[in-house]
């Protein structure tokens, strides 16, 4: 199959994504990612994912370690003196289970973790702003194996910057931008008290503001604003899905797909597209061709209006969503598929309620979205039903090709 083809291919460039808590991490791993990056309950930014216990990543290491997949731990807030004793006994925990790597932020932290364990590697995180190949290779010189750059630099700019280091690079291609540096924010700890860099972040960006200055005569930056407000810090998503030849070819060893919040129907969805990309990239490169149906599939899940932002030099204004801070989806996850039963029932754990009649779109790993009609439905005692609930479960007619873990898509 293409998904296996394409992971025992030489110098693929990684596919990297986000595992929010287990359920996550196993559609990350079931649609295509060659690694996943995740969190401790503690000390990995994203305070309000899931996030694992310390039994539940000794569980995650073996489920990646048997699908061969690599296994990343964030330790990347900016750390006050007080969150380093735990920090270090946490860093013990992941050396003690090998993980593949920390992604830390905080030269503190990667001092201690060089110290008390230099066989454990280290990512630098994007939130480190490594803008230059002079600070990239400080940090290698120090003892980084890879530096995740800032979503901020230009493929240009990247090139230059593997040019002139042995570090490993990893890139954001897709999700959800900031309006400063990564890790440079402080909007949310003012308006809520919330420390965006310890994982609180409220998205303060998002709002709505009307914004005056006494030095323009009109009293407001843009004219429009003095009626109605706009969402002037809201920028659109990341979408790098047309320039995978470009971003393969620029040395670069991995690509992210940002989103530990995320749900499970935006991860097979985002996953698997990144995922057919490179496949078709590295099966033949010479006569590969952009898919347009890709971005439609993209533009299918939450969003905020895709952006390839400074991918080509310049951030324009068409790069921020001045209408609205709100991540829209044309589509919803209905249901996930739990089991098959016998080879006639798909069990599935309905999310939006659907209904007897209704059209949906199946996202199978490694295959081609099918397009089906829901039939008859039956809940668990086997009595008909016309109309599903959210959390329920219930049973449809299996559909071939159709496995566990596959997503139920249905138009909004
Ligand atoms: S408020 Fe916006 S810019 Fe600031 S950290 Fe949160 S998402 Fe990023």
New binding site residues.
Partial sequence: MVYKEVKSMKKKIELLAPAGNFEKLKTSVLYGADAVYLSGKQYGMRAFAGNFSDEELIEAKEYCKNNKVKLYATVNIIAHNHDMKGIEDHLSFLNDIKVDAVIISDLGIMNMSLKKFPGLPIHISTQFSAMNYHTVNFLYNLGAKRIILPRELSLNEIKEIKANTKAELEVFVHG?????Y?GR????FHTKNRD?NKGE??????FKYEIGSTDIPEGFYIEEEAKTGTYF?N?KDLCLIEHIPEISESGVSSIKIEGRMKTQGYLSTVVKTYHDALSLYYKNKKTYKYNPEWLEELSKVSNRGYTTYRFNDIAVQADQNYRSGKADSTHDVAGIVKEIIDRKYLVIEVKSAFHTGDEIEIIIPEKRTLDATVGEIMDVLGNKVERTNPNQIVLIKHYKSVVPGSIIRIKK
């Fill in positions: 959800a931008m900031c309006m400063t990564s924010c402080m909007l949310s965006p972040c409220n998205q303060t960006c998002r810090f920028s």
